[in-house]
């Protein structure tokens, strides 16, 4: 979860995340270079004496043709390549549905068994001491770490949005629509996530709590469940 | 106003260059889209849902960056 003065990402906690994060370090440094440039030629043109004896820009012109040019094809390849690269294919192990509701998910594991649970925002009221306020939920999201995990995503009433920062993803829940999307978590842990689109009241009372563990403790847990 | 002097058109080469080329990247994927989208139907007697012709080793996006189509393995019933 994210702390209170946090400026930048969560840690990355699936492959996606991290190459969103190389290119936002990359984007961020081609943003940088602009602004110093910009700042240098401010700072020149404020102090230097205006002596400039014609009014011929051919080369100046020529310069903030290409550069621009160059700037924003460095900017667009890496962005194309990870936006293709979200939306592969990728023969996921586990599927599960994440229904949105006024205000609550719904999770549905049905690849072998039928489990289906809700997931409610745990009250600060009930909030046992050193827990994350607004962020826990009573069920919560169990994956086995180290896999392709395809979730679909779709609401019941109002428009919702299923995202987990640090495992990069963010898919909006659109009633009579199924979205899909994907992840893997790369290392066990607990991953916090809060709806994101307005949908009401509670709109900011509906987190998601994903908790990847090892196969075998997934198994466990799957198998606990009464069916 | 285009500059007929040599000198003078010289320095819009990059300027017509790029634009070309982003223009021009423009419209061929538009194109592209068009003609060999699957989600597209020009023909609604011959040809109705396109889509529905996709083989699992179809490659109908314009990148692959780790999938490789052409060996994938998909056991999946044929109707």
Known sequence: ?227 | VFFISLSLSLQLVPLIGFISVGLGSAVLYLLRLALYSPDVSWDRKNNPEPWNKLSPTDQYKFLAISTDYKNLKKDRPSF
């Open chain 1, 1 to 227: 979860m994210a702390n209170h003065s946090q400026l930048g990402f969560q840690d990355a906690s699936s492959p996606i995340m991290e190459e969103l994060m190389q290119f936002h370090d990359h984007a961020l440094m081609v943003a940088l270079a602009i602004c110093s440039l910009v700042l240098y030629i401010l700072t020149v043109m404020l102090t230097e004496k205006l002596s400039s004896s014609s009014v011929d820009a051919q080369e100046i012109e020529l310069v903030w043709t290409i550069l621009p040019a160059v700037v924003l094809i460095v900017l667009a390849l890496p962005s194309l390549r990870i936006l293709y690269m979200m939306d592969e294919i990728n023969e996921p192990d586990l599927t599960l549905k994440a229904i949105g509701h006024q205000w609550y998910w719904t999770y549905e594991y049905t690849d072998l068994k039928e489990l289906t649970f809700d997931s409610y925002m745990v009250p600060t009221s009930d909030l046992p001491l050193g827990h994350f306020r607004l962020l826990e939920v009573d069920h919560r999201v169990i994956v086995p770490m180290n896999s392709k995990v395809r979730v679909i995503v779709t609401a019941d009433d109002v428009l919702h949005s299923w995202a987990v920062p640090s495992l990069g993803v963010k898919t909006d829940a659109i009633p009579g629509r199924l979205n899909q999307t994907a992840f893997l978590a790369s290392r066990p842990g607990v991953y916090y996530g809060q709806c994101s689109e307005i949908c009401g009241a509670n709109h900011s009372f509906m987190p998601i709590v994903v908790e990847s563990t090892p196969l075998a403790n997934f198994e466990n847990w799957s198998s606990l469940i009464p069916s």
